[in-house]
């Protein structure tokens, strides 16, 4: 890995060699976003690309440089789904076989993509709970059948591949000053970050990592890649045990900053672009915007570049989306409430402790041979976070035993 780190970059061979197959995407200016954070707020639409992520980039740009007898064995990745996308649409794209790999729990709407942009020239294997577990399979089955491995970001081709976002980041907006990148693998990362800081040593690269996958900001903090024993798997995007050998030597150079997002947080900024911008991202592709609160001070007066890497959202999840944003805002809470054994108890938590605008989203009771008197699950929505405290204040008042399930995770993930 130290040798290949020390081979040349060639952003603009790469740019050259995907030019008929990848859209340039737009740079696009946000207004809402600048007056917010009292600065220049532009958007890298890779939610625009041809397979809704930036992942074709490199893949593309890897494939297309193999000799004839390694095209004719096939190829073979592993990935959650964009980078699936971008191997099947290469792969139908130059004639040739692929394998694509993808964990079980893959969204199907990625699934679908796929097999779409694939066609014929694809077969797809479903296996393991995760990226790394699905990593396993595909190098495993690659050895086997002497095939060709395509790997999601830790390769020189594919990097190059993805620096291609910062070629046009900079042919269209030269006066860039601060990059904000989502990092899964950290092959975006690196590429841009290689392309941006030899033209302009002085940019600033900030990468942004999921709270539940934090393994860039490990492996920076241990001095090598780790791998982790658990992730999140929500942002399913950027949701790695371990990043890039090579990639951990580029970002460990070139990265001034490195943040870490909760998911709800995550979630409130896919909402919010979608209701503000209507612009459609998934979780990874929020990242860099969801970071922007973290970075207030940092970019106030400057030029800032956020890239959206991806808009392969499936409409299924957004119940989901929208129930871990309303639990980071503080506007849903679960509770176990004890109903007292007196005649109309349940009426009396209805009229008198609800405020006028909170709203029973869950109710029912745990013991159902114990209806009326016994405990029960309450789910809460309110309007403003800060009616939470007046909330606890009448529940006491008129003597509810409860117990505040947001606080204690255990039960939350056993009872909601």
Partial sequence: MELEKEVELDFEAAAARIADTVKRTQLEY?????????????????????????????????????????????VVCASAGNHAQGVAYSCKKLGIQGVIFMPEITPRQKIKQTEMFGGDNIKIVLVGDTFDDCMKEALAYTAEHQMVFVPPFDNIKVIEGQGTVGI????????????????????????????????????????????????????????????????????????????????????????????????????????????????????????????????????????????????????????EIKEKSLLFEGLKHYFIVRFPQRPGALKSFVNNVLGPHDDITRFEFIKKTNRENGPALVGIELQESSDYTSLKERMAEFKFEVIDLNDDQTLFEYLV
């Fill in 30 to 74: 946000n207004e809402g976003l600048s007056l917010k954070y009292n600065a220049k707020i532009y958007l890298k639409r890779e939610d625009l690309q041809v397979v809704r992520s930036y992942k074709l980039r490199g893949a593309y740009n890897m494939i297309s440089t193999l000799d004839q007898t390694q095209t004719s064995r096939g």
């Fill in 168 to 319: 046009e980041i900079y042919q269209d907006l030269p006066e860039t000053e601060i990059i904000v990148m989502p990092i899964g693998g950290g092959g975006l990362a690196s590429g841009v970050g290689s392309y941006f800081k030899n033209i302009n040593p002085q940019i600033k690269l900030i990468g942004v990592e999921p709270e539940g996958a934090p393994s860039m900001n490990h492996a920076l903090k241990n001095g090598s890649p780790v791998t982790l024993d658990y992730i999140d798997r929500f942002v399913d995007g950027a949701a790695v045990k371990r990043v890039g050998n090579l990639n951990f030597k580029y970002c460990s150079d070139l990265l001034d900053q490195m943040l870490l997002i909760p998911e709800g947080k995550i979630c409130t900024t896919i909402l919010k672009l979608y209701n503000e911008d209507a612009i459609v991202v998934e979780p990874a592709g929020a990242l860099a915007v969801a970071a922007l609160d973290q970075l207030k001070d940092t970019i106030a007066g400057k030029t800032v570049v956020c890239i959206v890497s991806g808009g392969n959202n499936d409409i299924e999840r957004m119940q």
